[in-house]
């Protein structure tokens, strides 16, 4: 056992102490003996307890941003030692108590997404005379990955299937215009749209003939996520990213359970994920976004909607920010590529903080000056969104807690709608 690892108690220093000042009394021969017999028993007393307990950890490997899990570490050793624990913090992971005697239940909360590694659990045992403390080495560091905000997007997912349970024909899905699927070539009859004649057949064959399309029992939709600059702003104890993954995330489950395809694209100046729409693929779409985090950069816009292409009709959800004038306007002149073909959802998080900041009456000079910079943000806010509306896209706009209630219910009523 390397000596380094053992350290005297507060007992034992209490204990020498005394003999320090029993010096003054006895004979000096008398003390040194009985401060060599207080290191020996602590020398005894660290060597009985040098072999290391079992640590025992229990943590969930998947948790969510924001919501708070239980973590229990439990030591077992051969002997009645006492053994002290402590689980290191990191940033990413705030735990609300480090520290504990044989065992201890703590609370974690999860405050970063991405992958994080919490150190190993550090211990000590306290031999069986309390005159010595051994330091074992740390157990293994345990590999944990933060998701988005999965426990409310669960939720919504058990109400719309409650709301779907109790209104089974509130979702039907009605042919969506002619459909977008060619099946095959017939003759015109009057109930058709004059739209379905296929010249060039009725041009060769000398009579009307038709197109047919096959209905669509199915719908597209696709996330697109900006990871720009403009995404790192804080919103209380998240970020615009944050608040945005939290709602790609439920829409991700809400098509898995409406048996749409759902697909995601992650951009700033340049793609960096992409998940082409795929059944059952809200699994997937959250595995490959549920790391990502904010660039300082410009985003593209104009490239990420060349990646969407001419795909099939679907609803695409744009989520980023409107408080920056520029970006806006690279927004607005890139939205009529999409809005030819599909419907466009424009999806940004409001800040409560700015809200408050041109509402509340000011006191001071510098709150007044506040005031009026939140107010110039929240005008600029305002007109953007006007502008992405003129130019054929949907906005909403929502404090973060509820952004992903309200895409849900953009979603369903497109749905209703036979819009996508």
């Known amino acids: 056992m390397p ?35 207080v290191l020996a028993a602590a020398g005894a007393d660290a060597w009985a307890v040098r072999e290391p307990p079992a640590v025992d950890r229990a943590l969930s490997p998947v948790l969510s941003r924001g919501v708070t899990t239980s973590l229990e570490i439990t030591a077992t050793a051969r002997d009645r030692r006492r053994v002290l624990l402590r689980q290191p913090a990191i940033p990413a992971l705030e735990l609300e108590r480090e ?34 403390r051994v330091n074992h080495p740390p157990g293994d560091a345990f590999a944990v990955r933060v998701y988005p905000d999965l426990v409310t997007a669960h939720a919504l997912i058990a ?46 064959l000398g009579r009307p003939m038709s197109n047919q399309y096959r209905v669509e029992r199915d719908r597209d939709l696709v996330c697109l996520v900006d990871t720009g600059r403009l995404m790192s702003a804080p919103i209380g104890s998240r970020t615009m990213l944050d608040a945005s993954l939290d709602a790609v995330t439920m829409l991700a ?87 030819r073909r599909h419907v466009v959802l424009v999806v940004s998080a409001s800040d409560p903080a700015l809200e408050r900041a041109a509402l509340a009456p000011p006191s001071t000079m510098l709150e007044a000056a506040s005031g009026l910079v939140a107010l110039d943000v929240l005008e600029a806010r305002a007109a953007a969104a006007a502008k992405l509306t003129r130019a054929g896209a949907l906005v909403i706009e929502a404090r973060a807690g509820k952004l992903a209630d309200r895409c849900l219910r953009a979603y369903l009523e497109a749905k209703a709608r036979a819009r996508l």
């Open 253 to 339: 489950l809400a098509a898995d359970e409406l048996g749409d395809r759902c697909g995601a694209i992650a951009f700033d100046e340049t793609i960096r994920r992409v998940v082409a729409p795929a059944h059952l693929s809200g699994r997937q779409v959250i595995e490959s976004l549920f790391d990502l985090e904010a660039a300082p950069v410009d985003s593209d816009f104009e490239r990420a909607f060349q990646r969407v292409g001419r795909s099939r009709r679907a609803l695409v959800s744009v989520f980023t920010d409107l408080v920056d004038e520029a970006a806006a306007r690279s927004l607005v002149e890139a939205i009529p590529m999409l809005a």
């Open 3 to 37: 000596l380094l690892a053992a350290a005297p108690t507060v007992r034992t220093a209490a204990i020498l102490a005394a003999i320090a000042l029993a010096a003054l009394l006895v004979p000096v021969w008398l003390t040194v003996a009985a401060v060599i017999a």
């Open 99 to 132: 520290t504990g005697v044989e065992e201890f239940a703590g609370r974690l909360l999860p405050r970063r997404r991405g992958r994080h590694t919490l150190p190993g659990v550090a211990s000590a045992s306290v031999g069986p005379l309390g005159l010595a």
């Open 159 to 204: 109400r719309l299937r409650r709301e779907l349970a109790g209104h089974p024909g509130k979702l039907a899905r009605g042919p969506l215009g002619l459909g977008t699927d060619f099946e095959s070539i017939r003759e015109y009859t009057p109930d058709d749209d004059i739209r379905q004649l296929n010249w060039r057949a009725t041009a060769r």
